[in-house]
């Protein structure tokens, strides 16, 4: 019965700490209306000049009419950065997750900053190759990103969880699979 109250408990923190914080961020997202809000544009300056390093010679621009914004090389349209592609639903994910399977706070006082820098840069570099893929190979921009970034996004989640998990409750998968270490 404690087993069961124990996935109760996990189930109601998660599911309320991700509706709650989604409609939050569905809130914050939606007053921002035809726009790119803050952080979508902020991800696409962060990308343009990780890429002008690499010698890409990119430029950003708002779109006029919707919530994307643009980078640009020569002043032509290589890809449209938007609301989804600024990492903050899957931080929610991380948050929710992490909340929900406790731990000492000074652990999660530090771990749930460091998971949110480790998700950011990684789409940070996820942005970065979409551009390249599309300025390059441009026929196979929709598996890159609906498939294959995706799955590499939460793939580092996952690994974040099982760090979590075994750092805060010392469960490996080993365990989670029901296999002996021995």
């Not at 998660?14 to 726009?35: C, D, E, K, R, V």
């Not at 929710?96 to 789409?123: D, E, S, T």
């Not at 995706?150 to 469960?171: E, K, P, Q």
Request: aromatic share 16%; net charge positive; proline share 3%.
């Amino acid at each position: 019965m404690n087993e069961t109250k124990g996935a109760l408990r996990f189930l109601a923190i998660f599911l309320g700490l991700y509706f709650g914080l989604n409609i939050l961020y569905g809130i914050w997202i939606t007053s921002y209306a035809s726009q790119a809000d803050p952080v979508t544009k902020i991800i696409t300056k962060q990308t343009s000049g990780l890429l002008n390093l690499l010698g890409e010679k990119t430029t950003i621009h708002p779109a006029d009419d919707k919530p994307s914004v643009a980078i640009l090389k020569n002043e032509k349209k290589v890809i449209g950065v938007y609301e989804g592609c600024n990492s903050l639903n899957v931080m929610i994910v991380f948050v929710a997750f992490v909340a929900a399977f406790k731990g000492r706070p000074k652990q999660v006082a530090w771990f749930v900053p460091l998971g949110l820098v480790i998700i950011y840069l990684a789409n940070l570099v996820r942005v970065g190759l979409l551009y390249f893929v599309a300025a390059y190979w441009s026929h196979y921009f929709y598996y890159f990103h609906k498939y294959l970034f995706t799955a590499i996004i939460y793939l580092i989640v996952f690994v974040l969880w099982l760090w979590w998990m075994r750092l805060a409750h010392g469960i490996t998968m080993k365990s989670l699979l029901g296999k002996s270490g021995k």
